[in-house]
């Protein structure tokens, strides 16, 4: 990884660079008490990139979000968290902070009759806290704006000044849902600021990890689809079989959502001979359940007709808005976080993207099943190697104050980056895939219809606290 | 009275009244079933019913008696309707006669009341709910006139006693009319009940409500009423099915016996049409009930043309 010096007026221009040749943006963060701004980019190949730049005097850098649209988010939160003023990122409206006016934080919409319809933070049913205000006419969505931050704890914050293998916890504590690649995401990039690398066995116990949390993550979205059509049947099918992945989870790591089975420099995870078999043999009856599952809902037709043409991102508007993961791939591009990823098991990984991908709810829910597919095959052959046992992280490239970490979580390429003081957490900056897509939702709501709303938005079924952290 | 007119009264307003909660709860219980859930008992509406009765009623700020009066004029009209929907063919005249088109009629005051009650709070929800309930309703009640009028055109009055005795034993099933009225009242009674593929009774999503919306501002005793009117509109549908577009034999003991048997068939064929149909896109709905209502305008065209 090159982290470059900071740099001033020519921060714009190397970003410009580096984009026109190919790389993708995937973090932009404050770092320094707010002294600097930094860009991590990533080269299809796996190589990454940092770009810095210094504020002025004034706290003040230029913007990039024209250059890439993906990183407007990360702008809005850099200013109201870390007070940089972004040069060009007009207007600015707030993301973290709340106590702003209505008018400064949405979009102004006219026309004739249009009205607003406000939901949440608190809503009818469980389901974290987001605050969503749709411009609408008669039953048809204008405009989407969401508000969230709502379960903002500070967690960088509070990771700031802890030792490196303590901050853990604090990252991986982000999110349940994610918590596997969170934590995984955070060890990469503090081992390589270490200078240290993960051996085949440690790498092996965290791509079990990732992909058990992919399972049951997948089967409760895809849950989750059919509670939006009201397909209560497929709905109760499939959150049973997401009961049961989880508490295989149990029984292997201790914790239903994988809490606490990563650690940076090593794993402790200890799977015993007898336990791997009868893993894969729950894993092969999962498999066979959901596919059975899968099948009724294929040839269910009233189900399938809520699916089609509703929710599109389409392919170009998915690499605007830097869109990771199945909505993506749902979309066509075949990127995925793993393809580049040095852990058996992926070592031949290629992204599956469905056939004449549209990128609406249908191939979202489509490429769930794909992945499912994917997942169990890679998990059958990391359990075949036999028994896990605890290993240590080796020595690799040079230490240095900045690692950078991604993952391919449930939802997309997650990324940590942790810049460190000696031993401690200096600065670190999660930014998950949730965060990455959830500007691709309210693209996705737009046209489409208000009673649509909670099929899309589960079609993309993104976490709220690992994006607020 | 005879003997047999008393008992079809009774049936008639204990069923209404009383019973009718638990056809809902019944459907609920089945899919609950069918989804592999033991699910709440079939008695479930009641607890509800006895919950919100207990409770105060909340007002919403700065509504005006058409918001308050509403579940009880929405409850009054329902209670009107079940004493004019008989059960048997020798039914007595409560006062309110027997005739169908007033029975449209009175469903339609319990959903104005609703709406206009929507409009009164100025809520989001309940309007969007109102709105989507009108709009629909428009389609609704054209099918539902078509679908009893195939039944008043075989039958020749629009009296529901003499409806049920024209309706009733086996000559009527022999031309196509009336089973081309039966399929279109089917799909009626699915829209009327605010059941799948029209509505999804079960969720609380905010934004996908069409029945549930206007409930939302009402608390306590006044949801206790509105809970009850969605359980007599059960009552009163899945009756006329019943007495109606269903074979029925001609003797009134007869008919009151054959009356629950085919009452729980009906909830257990909405339970099982609600687990394998999801909810039909919004504005596909008319188009559903635009088949219902070009169905029973064949099933007149049939009877007209003299097929038989």
Redesign the interface.
């Known amino acids: 990884m090159t982290v470059t010096a900071p740099v001033g007026s020519a921060y714009r221009d190397r970003v410009a660079a580096a984009l026109a040749a190919g790389w993708q943006a995937r973090s932009l963060y404050a770092a320094a008490d707010g002294q600097l701004v930094r860009i991590a980019l990533t080269a299809a190949d796996g190589r990454s990139l940092i770009e810095t730049v210094a504020a002025d005097s004034d706290g003040s850098v230029p913007s990039v979000a024209d250059l890439v649209p993906a990183m407007a988010w990360d702008e809005r939160e850099a200013h109201d968290l870390h007070g940089i003023t972004f040069t060009g990122h007009e207007p600015m409206r707030p993301l973290a902070n709340h106590s702003a006016p209505l008018a400064e934080w949405t979009v102004p919409v006219r026309g004739h009759d249009p009205y607003q319809v406000a939901v949440g933070p608190i809503h009818a049913g469980v389901i974290e806290s987001g605050h969503f205000r749709f411009h609408v006419v008669g039953d048809k969505i204008l405009h989407l704006d969401a508000r969230l931050f709502y379960k903002h704890r500070g967690l960088e914050r509070a990771a700031e000044g802890q030792p490196i293998t303590a901050a853990l916890a604090v990252v991986s504590r982000a999110c349940a849902a994610c918590t596997a690649a969170n934590g995984v995401a955070y060890s990469i990039a503090a081992e390589q600021a270490l200078g240290l690398r993960a051996a085949p066995q440690l790498a092996r116990a965290r791509a079990l990890l990732v992909e058990l949390e992919r399972v049951w993550n997948h089967l409760n979205d895809i849950a989750a689809v059919c509670a939006g059509t009201g397909m209560a049947a497929g709905n109760a099918w499939f959150l049973a079989l997401t009961e049961q992945a989880r508490r295989l989870n149990a029984s292997l790591t201790g914790h239903r959502f994988l809490f606490g089975s990563v650690q940076v420099g090593g794993s402790t995870l200890t799977i015993d001979a007898g336990t791997v078999s009868r893993c894969a043999r729950e894993l092969a009856g999962l498999r066979a359940a959901a596919e059975s599952g899968w099948r009724e809902l294929e040839f269910n037709a009233s189900f399938q007709d809520r699916l089609g043409g509703v929710g599109i991102v389409a392919a170009r508007d998915c690499s605007r808005l830097g869109v990771v993961g199945p909505a993506a791939r749902a979309a066509g591009l075949a990127e995925d976080a793993r393809a580049v990823s040095p852990y058996p098991g992926h070592d031949a990984f290629r992204p599956v993207t469905p056939e004449n991908a549209a990128g609406d709810v249908k191939d979202r829910l489509g490429q769930r099943m794909l992945e499912l597919r994917q997942a169990f095959a890679i998990l059958e052959v990391l359990l075949d190697q036999g028994p896990l046992l605890p290993a240590e992280a080796v020595v690799g490239d040079a230490p240095g104050p900045v690692g950078f970490g991604i993952t391919e979580s449930p939802r997309g390429a997650t990324t940590c980056i942790i810049e460190r003081a000696g031993d401690a957490v200096r600065r670190v900056r999660l930014r998950t895939a949730s965060y990455a897509n959830w500007p691709a939702v309210a693209h996705a709501a737009a046209g489409s219809l208000l009673p649509d709303f909670p099929l899309i938005n589960k079609s993309f079924e993104l976490c709220y606290a690992c994006a607020d952290r | 009275m005879t003997s047999t007119a008393i008992a079809g009264a009774a049936v008639q307003l204990v069923g209404g009244i009383v019973l009718a909660p638990l056809l809902p709860g019944l459907i609920q219980y089945w ?1 609950a079933r ?4 033991p699910g709440p008992s079939p008695l479930q509406p009641y607890r509800e019913l006895r919950r919100l009765w207990r409770k105060s009623t909340v007002d919403v700020a700065g509504a005006t008696a058409v918001y308050r009066l509403a579940p009880s004029l929405a409850a009054a009209s329902l209670l009107g309707a079940i004493g004019l929907v008989p059960v048997v063919a020798d039914s007595p005249d409560l006062g309110v006669g027997h005739d169908v088109i007033a029975l449209i009629g009175l469903l339609a005051i319990a959903r104005f009341a609703l709406a206009a009650a929507a409009w009164d709070t100025g809520s ?2 309940s309007l ?1 709910g109102a709105s ?1 309930d009108l709009t629909i309703s428009v389609f609704t009640e054209v099918a539902l006139l078509l679908a009893v009028t195939v039944a008043a055109i075989v039958t020749r009055t629009t009296s529901l006693t003499g409806m049920i005795s024209g309706t009733a034993g086996g000559h009527v099933w022999s031309s196509p009319a009336l089973p081309l009225g039966t399929a279109a009242f089917a799909l009626v009674v699915i829209a009327e009940t605010g059941r ?2 029209f509505d ?1 009774p ?7 409500m069409i029945h549930e919306g206007p409930l939302l501002e009402y608390a306590g005793r006044d949801l206790a009423y509105l809970h009850w009117v969605s359980a007599a509109r059960h009552w009163l549908l899945l009756v006329l099915a019943a007495v109606l577009f269903l074979p029925h034999p001609h003797g009134t003991w007869a008919q009151l016996a054959l009356l629950p048997a085919e009452l729980v068939a009906m909830c257990a064929a909405l339970a099982v049409a ?10 596909l709905a008319p188009r559903l009930l635009g088949i219902a209502a070009v169905v029973a305008l064949l099933g007149i065209v049939a009877r007209q043309a003299g097929i038989s």
Not at chain 2, 34 to 37: D, F, S, V
Request: avoid cysteine; hydrophobic fraction near 40%; charge should be positive.
């Open positions: 899919k069918l989804q592999g859930r989001g929800f969007m989507r799948q593929p999804n079960d969720t609380h999503l905010e934004l996908t609600e687990t394998l149909m999801v909810k039909m896109r919004l504005l």
